[in-house]
């Protein structure tokens, strides 16, 4: 980064200055500075017009027909545009008011026009323009918002906004129906909870982006060092970050404790990619003799005007789920029902009198058809699914951030994950080394370190014997087989081979603490408990701990030499002449080393097998072996070498000096000589790296697989990395083919691989985030349609942005309910665009645990959160919505009923405490005790993840079971009240009191007919319910005969209603469970 930003001096030497921004990423530091270079995109070329004559092929048909890769087939979904009055009655209208509402958002919130900064090294106070503190908000709303936006988010609901108006008309003494409590006190409960749980949750998000903010930074000032909150921290500031600690902001790297001035920076809050990256601190600071010389210098940054990168993400997502807006059509349907059924009524009075006033008064008298406790039964049975899934003990340190759409754990369709951290632990261990005709494993390495022994102490006595006398060397050795000396040395050979091919470099922490940053080497432990290694790449981490653990240890690494110990101590140090970095193309890694001892010129290398399998020896085992580790889910590495002279040597750097000194086509030409070398290499060994996977990796997946969700894995990582772990983790199962998409970098080239590709059936699909981005440019809807047909799809060297992109076409084109996962900053922005976003606390951070709806510690969570809370959370919501509707119906179809009977009378069945009473503690326990139920036991659940499969179809909860539902009512409505009148003899009272008692009896009986699992809070519930309202029976005197209802004639006539009201349905029940059971009764039984 500092290399690409221009410094300017004031007076003499030059300097910069740190910079931050507002809701900068963190990085991971492994010394005293950031910075990572973004390589720029594809610039995608347009091809020639004729390949708009030429769609791709999406139907076998077209295959059958002609076999060439460009077929002609009639352009499909083109949509005729519609116009005038056509296009605005269908859509338009909306369109033209979304355009006027952002148009006049744009006019009262424009953004201020971002610039290019000076930014003044350690003098924050000189900046021009006022930067926004550096701080992480996750907020949704503020003192002054919070209100009015709670108030919005619940009114914007049509159930809320309805029950507004009608409380309102209230007001109005024509159309006063019974008390102003009856209406308000239920609107104002169920507002009072809502402003309740999302003032808990947003102070949950203020708590959270406080423990972020306050992490504490040493800033350098004039007078020394302070500390200094990340939120405090402001442009130009100058931020000294000690090892391993997270970097507060976008940063210049101005000095390191390092003589050279390099640091190992990681970005893996950026990209995912938690490898270690060299970077070099900028050249004029980093030569100054003190930290306070920063200040006298008084240099300043130039810095281009922010770009939109990886590098931020802006915007706060409120989520609503889908059983939320399927609620809310059941509430249009049942509001077209209460408006039929008023304007009927209406009718049948023949629209006499103020027939208008008649209308709305039974608007008001069936607007119990829409319930207002529906929307507060929700949200308290989603707080209590939260607190259910946070109390589980088989998930713990499971978090519910967002505690509003629990139940859509219960519909995933698609499952977008990360692979470093969430799948893997980022840790590379050494598994496997193969010579060819023999192997080692785990538990054979112990062989390799008697090898190795017994190779130096043949090395050692054939140089004591060569000094102290003329006898031949190996005399000492002789009584060993020949065979096991030629093992001993190919496997010496190869562990040196292994252990001086790499660019790792030890590293050694300070015994204590200095003044300055700088801490002198005589101040450092060079113990080997004190050692840590780093490196670009974890895999070549993992090959130099193995070598150390079998006995050859890299004790030491510059830009010229390494040293090794030897398992007898002896230090061997090797002058390093050239070296020749791992690029994506080359595919491999080289390194030019002379023995300091022997003065050996040695070429060592190693790479992919792909690279190194024409550069080595003929040999007829490396291609199998290659295959089987694959298999396995090893990264593998091919290790050669060649021994030089003298005057070889000589020769390929002069060439070598001589290529880089040209002015045209230096690549090629340095390429060409570095070639002339790779040639008849011996080879050596193939070594099997695994990237650890988190546990239970592969049976979580293989149970998601089996629950009909698919799986698509979105790295930051290479191909060959991500290719991998989708085969160790069994995302790819072994016999399944994988397509790997080749690049393409234009229209065409897109054209003929996605027509390669669509010749596959049923075949994991690998894409590069380039390669993806030229197919969702040109070809968006086939190449969506022809991924979502694979059973897994891995996408490599996807930026943070793609990600985000992929879940909003995965949701456009599908229609079905996605969830990402992960567990870094890069996530963020995929996991708020999914509907349900679930983060992993890790050792890339909290930003994904912060962000996301659900926070959990093991990738494994993920299958009991949804086999388990999601699947029971989803079917519990649907029955408890579709009962507190029912709830609502039946009494509105009694006041139906006794409106027609009295010549159809606007006047109210049942007044002030019954209606308000019938809603709350006549039936609220019971029914709300509906969270509690479930259909089959965790274990059994999650034994059986095809349970979860029928929940995508979203058949619990649809208009079919609505519309049971509604005949249900229907016909217990009408049965309760019909019986009612037909039943009382002398006075009306007994009408209310036979037919109120019975309702509340049925719908007691209805929740214990719905129960498929007994709880005992159930119980409780059902007799607390029942002893509440008999209790209050004394008190009724207002709407009650107490004399009546104490007689043995109105106990028979509520108990024979109340049974012809249920016991059919009893019965229905029964038959269907013997004739048609559903599936999770097969299993329980």
């Keep these: 980064m500092a290399d690409q930003i221009p410094l300017y001096a004031v007076r003499s030497a030059a300097a910069v200055a740190a910079a931050n921004r507002k809701r900068a990423a963190y990085f991971s530091a492994a010394g005293p500075g950031p910075g990572a270079d973004r390589p720029s995109r594809y610039q995608l070329e347009d091809e020639s017009a004729h390949l708009d004559e030429m769609p791709l092929m999406m139907s076998e048909e077209g295959f059958e027909n002609d076999e060439s890769d460009y077929h002609t087939l009639p352009r499909a979904r083109i949509m005729r545009r519609k116009r005038g009055l056509e296009w605005f009655v269908c859509g338009g209208w909306k369109f033209l008011c979304t355009s006027c509402c952002d148009w006049l958002i744009n006019i009262c919130q424009r953004k201020r026009e971002l610039k290019a900064r000076t930014v003044w090294l350690g003098c924050p106070e000189k900046c021009e323009e006022k930067h926004p503190r550096n701080s992480i908000k996750n907020q949704k709303y503020n003192i002054f918002t919070f209100i009015p936006g709670v108030l919005y988010e619940q009114f914007k609901f049509f159930l809320n906004l309805y029950f507004l108006i009608v409380s309102c008309s209230q007001f109005v003494p024509a159309l006063k129906i019974g008390y102003l409590y009856t209406y308000w006190a239920p609107l104002g409960f169920v507002l009072a909870v809502t402003i309740m749980r999302e003032a808990v949750d947003e102070f949950r998000r203020f708590q959270r982006d406080k423990e972020v903010n306050s992490q504490l930074y040493s800033k350098l000032t004039v007078r020394g060092k302070v500390q200094v909150k990340s939120s405090d921290i402001q442009v130009g500031d100058l931020i000294i970050v000690e090892k391993n600690q997270r970097i507060p902001s976008d940063m210049v790297f101005l000095r390191t404790s390092e003589k050279a001035g390099s640091c190992f920076i990681r970005t893996d809050q950026l990209d995912g990619e938690t490898d270690w990256k060299l970077k070099v601190a900028v050249s004029c600071t980093q030569r100054l003799p003190a930290l306070g ?601 009694m006041q139906a009923v006794f409106s027609s009977v009295f010549y159809f009378a606007s006047v109210p069945l049942y007044q002030g405490f019954l209606m308000v009473g019938y809603a709350t503690v006549y039936t609220m326990f019971p029914v709300f005790s509906l969270v509690l139920d479930q259909d089959v036991k965790p274990e059994m659940a999650m034994l059986y993840p095809e349970l979860y499969k029928d929940l995508t179809k979203g058949r619990s909860l649809s208009f079919k079971t609505f519309l049971i539902w509604v005949l249900i009512s229907i016909y217990q409505g009408g049965i309760l009240m019909f019986g009612a009148l037909v039943l009382f003899e002398s006075e009306f009272v007994h009408v209310v009191a036979i037919s109120f008692t019975a309702l509340v009896l049925t719908e007691l009986l209805m929740v214990a007919l719905t129960v498929r699992t007994w709880h005992w809070l159930m119980v409780v519930a059902e007799l607390l319910s029942l002893g509440c309202y008999v209790a209050s029976l004394a008190f009724l005197n207002e709407y009650f005969d107490v004399a009546f209802i104490t007689t043995v004639t109105f106990v028979w006539k509520v108990s024979a209603i109340t049974v012809v009201s249920c016991l059919p349905l009893y019965v229905l029940k029964y038959l269907k469970r013997k004739l048609s059971p559903p599936s999770y009764s097969k299993l329980s039984s």
């Design 293 to 893: 010389d920063l200040f006298s210098i008084n240099a300043y940054v130039y810095a281009q005007k922010p770009q939109l990168d990886i590098h931020s993400f802006e915007g706060t997502f409120t989520r609503v789920g889908l059983l939320d807006l399927e609620l809310n059509q059941l509430t249009k349907a049942l509001f077209l029902a209460l408006v039929a059924l008023s304007v009927v009524m209406v009718t049948l009075q023949g629209f006499a009198g103020p027939w208008y006033r008649s209308l709305f008064r039974f608007l008001l008298l069936f607007s119990y058809i829409i319930p207002i406790s529906l929307r507060v039964n929700l949200d308290m049975g989603k707080a209590a699914y939260g607190w259910m899934i946070m109390k589980d003990e088989n998930i713990p340190g499971t978090v519910v951030r967002t505690s509003t759409i629990p139940e859509e754990l219960g519909r995933l369709v698609y499952l977008l994950t990360d692979k470093t951290g969430t799948l893997t632990q980022n840790e590379m261990v050494f598994k496997r080394l193969h010579l060819g005709t023999v192997s080692y494993g785990t538990d054979t390495m112990d062989e390799i370190q008697n090898h190795l022994v017994n190779a130096y102490a043949q090395t050692q006595c054939q140089a004591g014997g060569s000094s102290a006398t003329s006898t031949p060397p190996r005399k000492a050795l002789s009584s060993a087989p020949k065979v096991r000396r030629s093992v001993s040395s190919r496997v010496h050979e190869a562990v040196k081979a292994i252990a001086l091919c790499h660019n790792v470099t030890p590293v050694y922490e300070a015994r204590g603490t200095a003044g300055e940053t700088e801490v002198a080497e005589a101040d450092q432990d060079f113990s080997d408990d004190n050692r840590t290694y780093q490196a670009s790449s974890p895999d070549e981490v993992a090959l130099v701990q193995w070598t150390e653990s079998v006995g050859l240890t890299l004790v030491s690494r510059d830009l010229t030499s390494m040293q090794l110990r030897t398992p007898g101590g002896q230090i061997l140090t090797y002058c390093i002449l050239q070296t020749f970095p791992f690029t994506s193309e080359s595919k491999r890694m080289g390194v030019i080393v002379r023995d300091e001892s022997t003065a050996e010129i040695t070429f060592y290398m190693k790479g992919a097998d792909v690279a190194m399998a024409s550069i080595v020896q003929y040999n007829d085992w490396l291609e199998e072996e290659c295959g089987n580790m694959a298999r396995e889910g090893l990264r593998t590495l091919v290790v050669a070498k060649r021994a030089l002279t003298e005057e070889q040597y000589q020769d390929f750097e002069s060439r070598y000096n001589q290529a880089k000194l040209s002015l045209h086509d230096r690549t090629l030409k340095v390429a060409a000589v570095v070639e002339s070398l790779e040639r008849e290499m011996e080879l050596l060994c193939l070594t099997g790296v695994e990237d650890q996977l988190q546990a239970d990796v592969r049976p979580t997946l293989e149970m998601l697989r089996n629950a009909g969700i698919k799986i698509w894995m979105l790295t930051g990582d290479k191909l060959e990395t991500a290719t991998c772990i989708a085969k160790s983790s069994h995302l790819v199962s072994r016999t399944q083919d994988t397509h790997v998409f080749r690049p393409v970098t234009s229209r065409g080239e897109a054209h003929l691989e996605l027509n390669a590709f669509r010749r596959k059936h049923d075949c994991a699909l690998v894409i590069s985030g380039d390669s993806l981005e030229v197919c969702l440019k040109y070809y968006e809807h086939e190449f969506v349609e022809l991924a979502c047909q694979c059973p897994a799809v891995v996408c490599c060297r996807c930026s943070p942005t793609q990600k985000a992109h992929i879940v909003k076409l995965l949701q456009q084109h599908t229609g079905r309910r996605t969830c990402a996962i992960g567990d870094g900053g890069n996530d963020v922005s995929m996991i708020q665009a999914a509907d349900c976003g679930i983060g992993i606390e890790g050792k890339e951070g909290r930003q994904a645990s912060l962000a996301a709806d659900f926070s959990i510690t093991r990738f494994k969570h993920v299958g009991r959160l949804l086999m388990v809370h999601g699947r029971s959370s989803y079917k519990r919501s649907a029955a408890l919505g579709q009962f507190v509707m029912h709830r609502g119906l039946i009494i509105s179809t």
